[in-house]
């Protein structure tokens, strides 16, 4: 079972886990999903995952914290982009299998061993997660080797007929710590932009990850954002509203 807190720190989240559950802290395992240090334009916080395989004497319903409300609200598993974590990680149909059976028939080309299992899956979205000794370098500098692979097995998902889908490629939980990681950066950026009224150009990003740089800032009033280059992968120059763009 799982279930979801949050808090201003990782004690806060965990002791009020440890809270509404009605366990001791040595009975269930902590999760770190997401942390975000406070700075000039968000309250920082962190989110935390609770595994146990006890049931909390508290109430069977009861499955989570909802912020300062003291609310409790449903755990639903997710997956990296929001996808619904399922529990089965096996192929459900040959669609799937064959999906599965190209990226190992891929990286067994490339030379190294993996088994591909299925991380969550949406109405128009599905994730694979890619387990292997070698993740290092399947995930590549800045995720490229992983992005390549997921460039591939996205043509080969619409030859199969679904050009409605979107796979996503993760190992060792790259994509949501680079995520996690992008999101620190854009405020960071967006601080020493703001410092200056000048501009900053970030490095080279993938469409999915300027977005997420975009979307990051967009309601920050005095900052504001655009993307530069060619091709796939474009830098985003973040700038001081007024400043020379």
Known sequence: MTYDFEGRTEKEAIDKAAAELGLEKDRFDVEILETQRSSLFKKGFVRVRIHTDEQPPSSKERVGYDGESGESRPAAAKGPFGGALFGDPEAKDDFEKDLIAFVEGLIVRMGYSAKVVVLFREDKKL???????????????????????????????????????????????????????????????????????GSLLLEPMNPFERRLIHTTLNDISDIDTKSEGEGLYKQVRVFFRGSKR
Request: glycine share 8%; charged share 35%; no cysteine.
């Open 127 to 197: 994730g694979l997660k890619i387990d292997s000794p070698n993740s290092s370098i399947l995930i590549g500098k800045k995720g490229k080797n992983l992005d390549a692979l997921q460039l591939l097995v996205n043509i080969y998902s619409g030859k199969l007929g679904r050009d409605d889908l979107r796979v996503i490629l993760d190992s060792e939980n790259y994509r949501i710590r680079r995520e996690e990681s992008l999101v620190r950066l854009a405020y960071s950026v967006a601080e020493k932009v703001r410092e200056s009224r």
